[in-house]
């Protein structure tokens, strides 16, 4: 795989990610940037990767700590896919909590990506706050 270094997220990398959630359509996350901001503050692990300085992707998860590791979002830049750098932000995010489970939920994208690599299709329902 090519040079790319995975570090935590720093407060400056937002405008980064919310150009990625931008470029792929991901709104709420662009609309709602304080909150979006306010969530990848308070997310463990917060992951961002990097090419030569370049944020190419990231990863922003929740987790206990012993049981589930849960992934909210996982993007990777357009141009850097197929190179390894989503697989590179997961592994990196698990070893940080090695006794945990990895849940996440997959677009009918990424739903092929997920079970191509050994992930199980697990049921889920989603509500906006709004819907609530």
């Known amino acids: 795989m090519e040079d790319i270094q ?13 150009q990625l959630n931008k470029k792929e359509g991901w709104n709420t996350l662009v609309q709602q940037e304080e909150e979006t901001l306010c969530a990848w503050l308070n997310s463990e692990p917060a992951l961002i990767a990097l090419s030569e300085g370049e944020v190419v992707g990231y990863l922003r998860g929740l ?3 012993t049981v589930t590791l849960y992934i909210c979002e996982l993007l990777v830049k357009e141009n850097y896919r ?3 750098v989503a697989e590179h932000l997961i592994r990196t995010a698990h070893e940080c909590f090695p006794s945990t489970r ?6 009918s994208d990424s739903e092929g990506y997920y079970a191509d690599r050994g992930y199980r299709a697990f049921h889920g329902f989603r509500k906006s706050a709004e819907e609530i």
């Open 102 to 107: 990895v849940e996440m939920l997959a677009s």
């Open 6 to 18: 995975i570090r935590s997220f720093l407060e400056h990398d937002i405008y980064a990610v919310q």
């Open 63 to 65: 987790t206990d700590g």
């Open 82 to 84: 197929s190179r390894g």
